[in-house]
């Protein structure tokens, strides 16, 4: 972990898509599989999704996902966060940040 307490893969992939220190994060609750942060960077305000990988589970929802998000932007759809940047070795995806509220189960 960096001053930050956030991966150095993570700064990495920030730096990479121009977001400038200082960082502060939250991490935010509620999924099952994956992780999500959300990050103030000194410029603007995303999302890191840290994918959980399984041995037993073939299916590469990192890819999957971004690769979705990808077409979406690309075709005009704005429904899902814009993506912003991927490493596929550290399982992580930077993604425009949405603010909303989670739906309830009912």
């Given at each position: 972990?960096?001053?930050?307490?956030?991966?150095?893969?993570?700064?990495?992939?920030?730096?990479?898509?121009?977001?400038?220190?200082?960082?502060?994060?939250?991490?935010?609750?509620?999924?099952?599989?994956?992780?999500?942060?959300?990050?103030?960077?000194?410029?603007?305000?995303?999302?890191?999704?840290?994918?959980?990988?399984?041995?037993?589970?073939?299916?590469?929802?990192?890819?999957?996902?971004?690769?979705?998000?990808?077409?979406?932007?690309?075709?005009?759809i704005r429904c899902?966060?814009?993506?912003?940047?991927?490493?596929?070795?550290?399982?992580?995806?930077?993604?425009?940040?949405?603010?909303?509220?989670?739906?309830?189960?009912?």
């Open positions: 972990m960096s001053g930050t307490g956030l991966e150095p893969q993570m700064e990495a992939l920030l730096q990479s898509a121009s977001f400038e220190p200082p960082y502060n994060h939250e991490v935010l609750h509620g999924g099952r599989n994956n992780r999500l942060l959300e990050i103030q960077a000194a410029n603007g305000q995303v999302a890191i999704k840290q994918y959980y990988r399984h041995a037993g589970d073939s299916r590469d929802r990192l890819a999957s996902d971004f690769a979705f998000a990808s077409f979406a932007w690309d075709h005009g899902v966060p814009r993506p912003l940047g991927v490493a596929y070795d550290d399982g992580i995806a930077l993604y425009e940040f949405i603010t909303g509220i989670q739906p309830a189960p009912e």
